[in-house]
């Protein structure tokens, strides 16, 4: 029982000192922000307020009429947690949306929402006045359907109460709890609704005011805060280990009572004979016990926490190590683990798909004289046309310009104008959406090859190929002595628009769109004098210059590491707010296999068996929500797989949570890193490969230490069983039993740094009960057939068979002591591996010392007088039985290599 305690509390110690030093390391990287929001308020209390919380809004209109005509409002900063539902608030450029607001009042209002969809490039909103109607009336409703909403999830809540008995005794047994996918579908919120902004994002431009209509849990951002507060699920390792523990209980169950039984009425002699029964029956229940499993596990975890510590990688929670190692699924995000996370200029085209100077040129005019704050593309724009040049040179083309006059962008028009003056020429400059571009042109410039008005460097060249970014001679470089000389379309390539022109531009726009990359229209219009300002209603009659198309693209170590991982076994999911179009062209670019794409409204008001069906089949998820994400994962676990989850975004919390490994990054949220077991300081797949190497090394050492246990201790307790049975007398001193074990125990310590085979590596291995019980089965019983001839040798040729005979018994003892330490210590190096120890796969020099110290402890023992005569009972063993043992191990090897050769061919796996 003290060695027991012993082994207990240094697992303890080592794995709480870990994980302490991880958490430290984590919580180093977080950071503490303060708000505070503006809001419009009545100076008086509005008994609107108080009438939401009751039933009875019969009159709610009149009091909020009359009060309306006596109060005034005012406009102050308060708190974020002040806020309450009915504040009307002011939002501006650089602000966070306090809470879930309608919009009843913007202006050019762009929202950040990558803190929800996970995408970097802002959603445009704006008042719809088909669906904002706030009369008083309607706002009492909006917030009695909030109160609602309230009242049905605490019904949910109490509903689940009644289902927590079934989760344990799931949780107790080890069992994979039933994905559950309601929750997650009636909260999905409308993220694309036009006219609703979300507590978390942020405002990139413009200025709005907004009603707030849900603050605090009852936000969308609430929502998946609520689902992080539910205890989290039990990962892989947790359940394995919880399984591997309940089948050394029903061995022991099912061999300890019988021993006892078979002592105590054979062999017992009275009260002393139960009592020496009842120490035996405990020996041998230590002996099945894998007390060095928590050190083993706990030391084994430790040292791949060093070693992921080497490559970058901060592991806060010791489990997700293993559970890397049987990672067999890794869903990711797109943006910044797959890409830039930065959007890039990629193509400048004119009406044919020719590469052209003509429209950067327009739309780098376009951006530089824009004012206001400039969007993604705007600066990648700038960037493009700027690259290579001198600070004093970057002027350059814009310097022969002067801006008269704008027209900013508004959600309407999905375009901006600016008119510009120079020398040779009065120019408008319009860049937009394709569709409302198209719509306000009259003309197209039509290049010819050979115009010498286009940079054509590939006239000849098929669009699919002027796409691919991998194609040396694809990359696409302005010549610097033409990038700052306007290079004005000729007037007669210029032809009215026709239905054909428009069928041509479309198709070529949904070309590009198909390539994944974002398109904006470039238009021009010349005006012989100028205007001293513009007006919306001078968008008209304008000539078509061309498109640029932008992307996100891909990193360049992103394609080697999908590569690795699929070499792995891995399968890789991208779960992506984004759209299918664009992550598809970025999964074929990365050479990652797409097998179907799934969106948002693919899992509406779908059953959880069609969403585990849907998990499994799809490599692309498009369009999720953060919960949606979660869903997924919680359906591919459900599918039996061990699932890794890459995400930095507070979108990805609750996948992170939900998943067996959740990997973020150290510059993610606050809340992603909280959630995440394993804290990556740079993101990139790369980095994860290696923690998968690192995870299955720590896997496979764990492993051996369990498979060495269950097959050992199996086959020594079978064994006592049936000496029980057979002998006159205890087949093995109570002491000399523990002393065996401690000492197997002990020359196990060296399994965290062995070495594992390079097959071993490349396939993901889980916790399979069916694994080890057959492994047990085919492997154990081989000790007990040579126990048992130990046993015969020494009944029928030293003539031991009765307790009277002590020398003889204590002899008995030192032999089978010596063939059962020696027996497993060959078990170490036997079942390693699936090789042939020693000639083709050689343990590590630690492994190697431990099992040669103990083996010689173990043949020294009978030799101490001390501890062989008074403590251990032990006597020097003859020259026959010394000869027997050396025969006995090598025909156990032999035998062993024979049962292992048999079980890889029976059963195509080993473990």
Request: proline share 4%; charged share 20%.
């Amino acid at each position: 029982m003290g060695v027991m305690i012993v082994m207990v509390s240094l697992s303890m110690i080592i794995r709480f000192v870990q994980e302490y030093k991880s958490a430290l390391a984590a919580d180093s990287l977080k950071t503490l922000v303060s708000n505070t929001v503006c809001v419009i308020r009545y100076t008086t209390p509005r008994p609107s307020r108080v009438s939401l919380t009751s039933h009875d809004h019969v009159n709610t209109h009149a009091h909020t009429q009359q009060l309306t005509e006596e109060s005034h409002l005012i406009t102050k900063e308060i708190l974020l947690d002040e806020i309450v539902p009915g504040d009307w608030v002011k939002v501006s450029a650089g602000d966070l949306i306090p809470a879930d607001i309608i919009l009843i009042e913007s202006k050019d209002i762009f929202v950040s929402q990558s803190s929800l969809t996970g995408e970097a490039i802002p959603v445009e909103k704006f008042v719809d006045w088909e669906k904002n109607r706030f009369s008083s009336d309607a706002v009492v409703d909006i917030l009695k359907k909030e109160d609602e909403i309230l009242h049905q999830k605490m019904n949910e809540k109490k509903k689940n109460w009644n289902c927590a008995w079934k989760n344990c005794l799931r949780s107790l047994f080890g069992i994979r709890q039933k994905t559950s996918g309601s929750n997650i579908m009636t909260a999905k919120a409308e993220l694309d609704n036009p006219n609703l902004c979300y507590m978390g994002t942020s405002v990139v431009s413009g200025t709005a005011t907004g009603f707030v209509r849900s603050t605090g849990n009852r936000t969308f951002f609430g929502t998946m805060a609520l689902e992080l507060t539910r205890q989290r699920p039990q990962n892989a390792f947790q359940l394995g280990v919880r399984r591997i523990s309940w089948i050394f209980f029903f061995v022991m169950l099912c061999l300890v009572p019988p021993i006892f039984l078979l002592q105590g009425f054979v062999h017992g002699d009275g009260r002393k004979g139960w009592m020496d029964a009842t120490l035996f029956a405990l020996s041998a229940a230590v002996g099945l016990t894998p007390e060095m499993l928590p050190m083993i596990v706990s030391s084994t975890l430790a040292r791949g926490a060093f070693l992921m510590s080497q490559k970058k990688c901060i592991v806060k929670n010791l489990d997700s190590i293993i559970n890397m190692g049987g990672m067999d699924v890794l869903c990711t995000d797109k943006t910044g683990t797959l890409t830039e996370n930065r959007v890039s200029l990629l193509r400048h085209v004119d009406y044919y798909g020719n590469t052209s100077l003509i429209p950067i040129q327009f739309a780098y005019l376009n951006s530089f004289f824009q004012s206001g704050l400039k969007n993604l593309m705007d600066n990648a724009v700038v960037e493009f046309f700027q690259k290579g040049k001198s600070n004093k040179d970057k002027s350059g083309l814009a310097s022969n310009f002067v801006k008269i006059d704008e027209i900013p962008f508004d959600f309407i028009r999905r375009r901006m104008s600016v008119l510009l003056k120079s020398e040779e020429c009065n120019l408008l400059i319009t860049k937009g959406a394709v569709e409302e571009m198209l719509a306000i042109c009259s003309r197209v410039y039509k290049a010819t090859k050979g115009s010498g008005k286009v940079l054509q460097l590939r006239t000849q060249k098929s669009l699919s190929l002027l796409l691919d970014p991998s194609n040396p001679e694809d990359q696409i470089e302005i010549i610097p002595e033409n990038r700052d000389i306007l290079q004005l379309p000729d007037i007669n390539l210029c032809i009215n628009f026709s239905k054909e022109t428009m069928e041509n531009l479309s198709h070529l726009n949904e070309e590009l769109n198909e390539y994944g990359l974002r398109v904006i229209a470039i238009a021009y219009k010349e005006f012989i004098n100028i205007p001293n300002f513009i007006e919306k209603s001078d968008e008209c009659n304008m000539t078509f210059a061309g498109f640029i198309a932008f992307q996100d693209p891909p990193k360049e170590s992103t394609r080697p590491a999908i590569k690795t991982l699929i070499a792995h076994n891995i399968q890789v999911k991208v779960l992506t707010g984004d759209s299918a179009v664009v992550c598809r062209k970025i999964c074929e670019d990365i050479q990652l296999p797409v097998t179907g794409i799934v969106t948002t409204t693919d899992l509406e008001g779908a059953s959880d068996e069609d969403i585990c069906k849907i998990a499994e089949s799809a490599t692309i998820f498009a369009k999720l929500t953060p919960l949606q994400k979660a869903q997924v994962v919680r359906a591919l676990k459900f599918n039996n797989h061990v699932v890794g989850f890459l995400g930095d975004g507070i979108n990805d919390a609750n996948a992170l949570i939900e998943a067996d490994i959740g990997i973020s990054v150290d510059n993610g949220t606050d809340i992603a890193r909280d959630a995440a077991d394993i804290i990556l300081l740079e993101k990139d797949l790369t980095v994860v490969t290696e923690g998968v190497n690192y995870g299955r090394l720590t896997y496979g050492n764990t492993l051996k230490y369990i498979v060495m246990a269950v097959s050992s201790n199996f086959g020594n307790s079978f064994s006592l069983l049936i000496a029980s049975a057979w002998l006159r007398f205890q087949p093995m001193e109570p002491i000399q039993l523990l002393t065996q074990n401690l000492l197997y125990d002990i020359a196990q310590i060296g399994l965290p740094f062995d070495k594992i085979d390079d097959e071993f590596l490349m396939i993901p291995h889980r916790w399979s009960m069916t694994s080890i019980i057959t492994f047990m089965v085919c492997l154990g019983p081989w000790s007990s057939v040579f126990d048992v001839t130990t046993f015969a040798f020494l009944y029928f040729h030293q003539n031991i068979k009765t307790k009277e005979n002590i020398e003889g018994v204590k002899l008995f003892h030192t032999t089978w002591f010596l063939v059962g330490i020696l027996t497993q210590l060959a078990v170490v190096h036997m079942l390693r591996t699936r090789k042939i120890p020693f000639f083709q796969s050689i343990a590590s020099i630690p492994v190697i010392l431990m099992t040669l110290l103990i083996m010689g402890i173990a043949v020294t023992l009978p030799w101490i007088p001390i501890l062989s005569d008074q403590v251990l009972k032990l006597r020097i063993p003859t020259m026959a039985t010394s000869l027997f043992v050396v025969l006995i191990i090598i025909a156990y090897c032999i035998t062993t290599q024979i049962t292992k050769i048999i079980y890889v061919k029976c059963f195509n796996r080993w473990y």
